[in-house]
């Protein structure tokens, strides 16, 4: 896995929507879940999407925390 792309998703806002302005570490599972039947967006943020609901789904969202920290 990446750590620059578990970086990102601490520091990338939501650019759009009714999470806009939120931490991509923070969207609620209900919401990924959603892009992951609909369609990732494409490009960096569909990437950053996609990994995000891939922590939520999977239960690792804690393999963030020491990022936090920083």
Same mark, same amino acid.
């Given at each position: 896995?990446?750590?620059?792309?578990?970086?990102?998703? #601490?520091?990338?806002?939501?650019?759009? $929507?009714?999470? @806009? !302005?939120? &931490?991509?570490?923070? =969207?609620?599972?209900? +919401? #990924?879940?959603?892009?992951?039947?609909? $369609?990732?967006? @494409? !490009?960096k &943020?569909?990437?950053? =999407?996609?990994?995000? +609901?891939?922590?939520d789904?999977?239960?690792?969202?804690?393999?963030?925390?020491? &990022?936090?920290?920083?």
């Open positions: 896995m990446n750590p620059e792309l578990l970086e990102a998703l #601490l520091t990338q806002t939501m650019p759009y $929507g009714k999470y @806009k !302005g939120r &931490l991509l570490a923070d =969207l609620p599972g209900h +919401y #990924l879940g959603w892009f992951a039947r609909e $369609g990732f967006p @494409k !490009g &943020l569909g990437q950053l =999407l996609a990994l995000m +609901y891939e922590l789904h999977n239960n690792l969202r804690g393999l963030l925390d020491p &990022l936090r920290a920083h």
